[in-house]
């Protein structure tokens, strides 16, 4: 079966290994930093890199060389009533927000995840591909969810299923109580993993 290339036109990569710079990767243009400052007016920047911090600095570069964010959202994405996202976030295919949602600012949704009703997620949150966040679960910043992950619903009519600022929550783990911040969890059900 073919299939037919994407249409990248107007995107473009950022690299700064000068052996990628002036190349094209899957179609795609590779330009330096340096270039994209020089089109800055007529360029914007989503910062594809899953590791918190390294996306928190290359943001925080973006921002004091002033450029501005954008969305990347995939054609077969589907969201449904009242779901705010924050700029800077990459929403790839067959991803689902239901409804009544808050999601942060430079926010990753991998292949196949969803985030159901009355969900809070913070700051440079990433979402593994799989990963099942169900209604009322609320994630604070510089959250990893690793691939697979199922988040119980939380309460109904009582307390939100709460992830903690900084915490990762392995593949494949059935989170069904909170987790503190800054811990990993594993396992079904999900406990935090010792050192």
């Known amino acids: 079966m073919n299939h037919a290339a994407p249409d990248n036109s107007g995107v473009v990569f950022v690299s700064d290994l000068p052996d ?14 340096a270039q994209l400052l020089e089109n800055r ?13 390294a996306r928190r600095d290359i943001v925080e570069k973006c921002q004091r060389d002033e450029l501005q ?14 779901v705010a996202v924050g700029e800077g976030a990459i929403i790839c295919d067959n991803t689902i927000f239901t409804s009544n ?36 679960i609320v994630i ?25 600022k900084g915490a990762i929550i392995g593949m494949g783990a059935v989170v069904t109580r909170d987790v503190p911040p800054g811990v990993t969890v594993i396992g079904n059900p999900a406990r935090i993993k010792e050192a």
């Open 140 to 164: 604070e910043d510089d959250v990893y969810v690793g691939t697979g992950a199922v988040l119980r619903h939380g309460t109904p009519g009582g307390q939100p299923l709460r992830i903690g």
């Open 101 to 136: 949602a808050r999601i942060g600012r430079h926010f990753h949704c991998n292949i196949y995840s969803y985030v159901a009703h009355d969900c809070v997620i913070g700051d440079f949150v990433t979402f593994a591909p799989r990963v099942s966040c169900n209604g009322r």
């Open 20 to 33: 990628q710079i002036g190349t094209r990767i899957n179609g795609v243009d590779v330009l330096s930093y």
């Open 69 to 82: 964010f954008t969305n990347i959202i995939a054609s077969s994405h589907r969201r449904y009533d009242d």
């Open 41 to 53: 007016k007529s360029m914007t920047v989503a910062v594809a890199i899953a590791e918190t911090q």
